[in-house]
């Protein structure tokens, strides 16, 4: 992995504080699984686990942060901003941005060093925090590139 990751990493997301660490409302998500599902009663109680087994997967996220630095919790804010309450939402985009993030890297490091840097920061400075939408404009600009320059 090229040495310039972290930093870049740090100046694309920087040193934001840790996110409020999330609150289950078993309420809330009660009445957002009624409103999606109404009388069948079934599908309520589908809703409702499926939401809680999601809410404890993205705080599980949360806690195993430290091995990837920071570079993660303004992604998952942006998820959480992104899908309130609806925590198998939540998972959902996390995951997504942690993949995201690993074939970023995968795109940038198939191309010289200066170009990977600058199409980096040309996609971070459009969609960060959202790692997904970061990494399909640097697959797209690296793939232009590649027609340009092979």
């Not at 999601?54 to 998952?76: C, I, K, N, V, W």
């Not at 998820?79 to 939402?89: A, F, H, K, Q, V």
Request: aromatic share 14%.
């Amino acid at each position: 992995m090229r040495g310039y990751t972290t930093v870049i990493s740090l100046l694309l997301f920087g040193t934001a504080a840790f996110a409020q660490p999330p609150t289950y409302n078993e309420t809330a998500a009660k009445d957002r699984c009624e409103k999606n599902w109404g009388t069948d009663f079934t599908m309520v109680e589908f809703c409702l686990n499926e939401d809680k087994s999601a809410f404890f997967q993205f705080a599980a996220r949360g806690e195993d942060l430290t091995d990837r630095s920071r570079l993660f919790y303004e992604p998952f804010n942006f998820c959480r901003r992104e899908w309130g309450l609806d925590w198998s939402m939540v998972e959902f985009c996390a995951g997504e941005q942690v993949a995201a993030w690993d074939a970023l890297q995968i795109t940038i490091q198939s191309i010289p060093e200066d170009i990977g840097r600058s199409i980096q920061f040309r996609c971070a400075a459009d969609w960060d925090p959202n790692i997904t939408m970061i990494d399909f404009c640097a697959e797209e600009q690296a793939k232009s590139w590649r027609a340009l320059n092979d």
